[in-house]
């Protein structure tokens, strides 16, 4: 079974304009990875970070829809010291905040893969800028290595 992190970026691609083709493929990808929760496939891990992060979305629907989700999750993380520690050192290395966050919990959680469209942040873990203990993906890709 693949265990799993999504960052709020990924999971809001349900929910996001399926105007572009990029955007509609990356919410097939996302809901196939949903298919893969239900069938016992793949392992989802969340956090506070994330429902937090959600809870910042203006969009009512969507953050209704997107916090709904939630319930999916086979584990939702805690914030613990150590993850705050390894958070500020990614964020002082240039990760966004909540990037951070998202990278130190999936690393505490030993995920095989934190999913996110984010480009910035995957540019970010390419260079190997703070030199992240897990993989970091496109659901895209990843779906097509992962849940063939």
Known sequence: MRKIYLDACALNRLTDDQSQLRIRNEAEAVQAIFHGIQQGQVFWVASVVLKSEIKRNPDRDKRQDALALLSFAQE????SPAII????????????????????????????????????????VARGLGKPRVAVANPIKWLKVALP
């Open 85 to 124: 520690e390894r958070a500020e050192t990614l964020e002082a290395l240039g990760f966004g905040a909540f990037d951070a966050l998202h990278l130190a919990c999936a690393e505490d959680a030993h995920v095989d893969v934190l999913l996110t469209t984010d480009d910035r942040f995957l540019r970010q």
């Open 76 to 79: 939702i993380l805690t914030v």
